[in-house]
């Protein structure tokens, strides 16, 4: 790892290319060792159906996944072109921070952003809306630093600069709500200072404005045909049961732990040190596009639900170039930063070497009885033992469908047998599987229901109106190296003759 003193920006950029070249290895790497996570399962099972937009988000990820699974399968190799996209923002990152402040604090912002657990891992690597999100976001502040904050001799494009962002900010839009807020802190940084009020008498700026908007148009679209469920969805996920001010520092705890809080601690510094100087228009620009992200869903759990750490990553990939400003000038006069980068890489390779070998082969437990049952990485385990065993059975005969116990398990499932019958969640909650599956069409056909062990009795119960009758249970056992991990047991049932109560969706 480098140390300032004496490097060219050449070969800063050089360093710059190994380091992306080398996480990009190690996501290769790790996607082949780790199955599909649940949401990504789920995305692949209704992404084969293409949609204007998508009930638990917009479209792009799912488009992305639908053509990737038509290119490479359903399997691990569905997640390549994500992870070549996190490469691409990566690199996106450098030019944007080089641009700001020097080529080392870009090569240190990318270093940062590839040792953060959510960026590497989850952004980095999963079939999720993050990934596709974070390269809009950086596409779209790359074009826009070209145009706030232009380089010595570069010839001005305001009309390019701008069509460049806000086709970006629209493929944010298409990627996943959080691009709203993005686009309220460039209209801040644009009112708020003389050059961005200036920017606002340029056509190009509302030109680029109507493209975005156009390219937004199908979320919106979709949502007024379908009663604006998913914006419904989404604000419901953040709606809790009164005042709670403890939750916003446990929020930012909790950011600051799916980042990882030895790679936190120099994004926090960094932001910190920035704030010295508030009237710099390189950390206003960073601010105005990241804070809101930040500030909304740190408060937001205040209101008494906690929510879910990643939603405010967005707003920290913003912090990133600050980071790298912060360790590139330690770096001039300390060793810290290299031993820092050295020692952090090393740790989370091994770590994530030994969840992803745990994950593929579960072999903890087999030298620990028990582990198997409390194995968090058993979520990652596709279900592709599922087929034979129905198909001994005899249970994907006749035209069945299969009713499962939840959307996850629904999603495994409909993976596991390659979409080839037809299957729906059997609770009230069944995400994107209600827009896909009409089930007025279904009445008077046999099904499967395939449930786990310890809801057997409940779901019996449950669907007991639903058909003319349940059969006797036929144990399904799943697992990796011999293990038994997962329990389910199949039930025939005959005669669909009502359709389980949906909480939204529509027939087509």
């Known amino acids: 790892m480098m140390r300032n003193a004496g490097r060219t920006d050449e070969t800063i950029t050089r360093l710059t290319i190994s380091v992306i070249g080398a996480a990009l290895a190690l996501r290769f790497l790790l996607a082949a060792l780790v199955g599909l996570g649940t949401d990504e399962i789920y995305t692949v099972a209704v992404a084969r159906q293409l949609s204007w937009s998508y009930f638990d988000h917009p479209p792009l990820h799912q488009w992305l996944a639908h053509v990737s699974a038509l290119a490479f399968g359903e399997g691990r190799a569905v997640r390549l072109p994500f992870i070549i996209l996190f490469a691409g923002t990566s690199w996106l990152l450098f030019l944007l921070t080089r641009r700001l402040y020097s080529a080392s604090a870009g090569f240190w912002a990318v270093v940062t952003l590839n040792l953060a657990g959510f960026f590497t891992l989850s952004a980095g690597s999963w079939v999720v809306p993050d990934g596709p999100l974070l390269f809009m976001l950086a596409l779209a502040a790359f074009a826009l630093g070209r145009q706030f904050f232009p380089m010595a001799q570069e010839s001005p494009a305001p009309l390019a600069n701008w069509l460049l962002a806000g086709a970006a900010l629209g493929g944010a839009g298409l990627a996943k709500y959080h691009a709203a807020l993005v686009a309220v802190g460039l209209a801040l940084f644009l009112l708020s200072t003389p050059r961005g009020r200036a920017e606002l008498s340029r056509p190009a700026v509302w030109i680029a404005a109507g493209l975005a908007a156009l390219l937004v148009s199908p979320v919106l679209f979709w949502n007024a045909s379908n009663g604006w469920v998913s914006f419904l969805f989404q604000a419901g996920r953040s709606q ?269």
Do not use: C
């Not at 228009?281 to 759990?301: D, H, K, S, Y």
């Not at 279904?442 to 669907?463: H, K, S, Y």
């Open 240 to 508: 809790g049961a009164g005042f709670a001010p403890w939750l916003a520092p446990l929020s930012l705890l909790a950011q600051a732990g799916w980042i990882l809080p030895w790679v936190f601690a120099p994004l926090a510094t960094g932001l910190w040190r920035a704030f010295r100087n508030p009237r710099d228009q390189r950390f206003w620009f960073l601010m105005a596009l990241g804070l809101p992200t930040i500030t909304v869903f740190t408060l937001l759990p205040m209101f008494g639900n906690l929510g879910l750490p990643h939603w405010a990553m967005p707003g920290w990939f913003f912090v990133m170039p600050l980071a790298g400003l912060y360790l590139s000038r330690l770096a001039e006069t300390s060793e810290r930063p290299r031993r820092w980068a050295q020692v952090s890489a090393i740790g989370s390779m091994l770590v994530l070497l030994l969840i992803g070998s745990q994950a593929a082969t579960g072999w903890l437990g087999q030298i620990i009885p028990g582990v198997a049952r409390n194995d968090p990485t058993i979520e990652v385990f596709g279900w592709d033992q599922l087929d034979p065993q129905l198909q001994a059975a005899g249970l994907l005969d006749g035209g069945r469908f299969i009713v499962a116990d939840s959307w996850q398990n629904a999603g495994r499932i409909d993976v596991a047998l390659a979409g080839r019958v037809i299957v729906i969640p059997g609770t009230r909650d069944p995400r994107h599987y209600a827009f896909l599956v009409d089930q007025s069409r279904l009445l008077g056909r046999d099904a499967v229901l395939i449930v786990r062990v310890r809801r057997e009795a409940q779901m019996r119960e449950t669907f007991k109106d639903h058909f003319g009758s349940l059969g006797p249970s036929v144990p399904v056992a799943l697992g990796r190296g011999g293990l038994k991990e997962i329990d389910l047991v199949a039930i025939p049932a005959t005669n669909f003759t009502k359709p389980l109560p949906w909480a939204y969706g529509r027939a087509r």
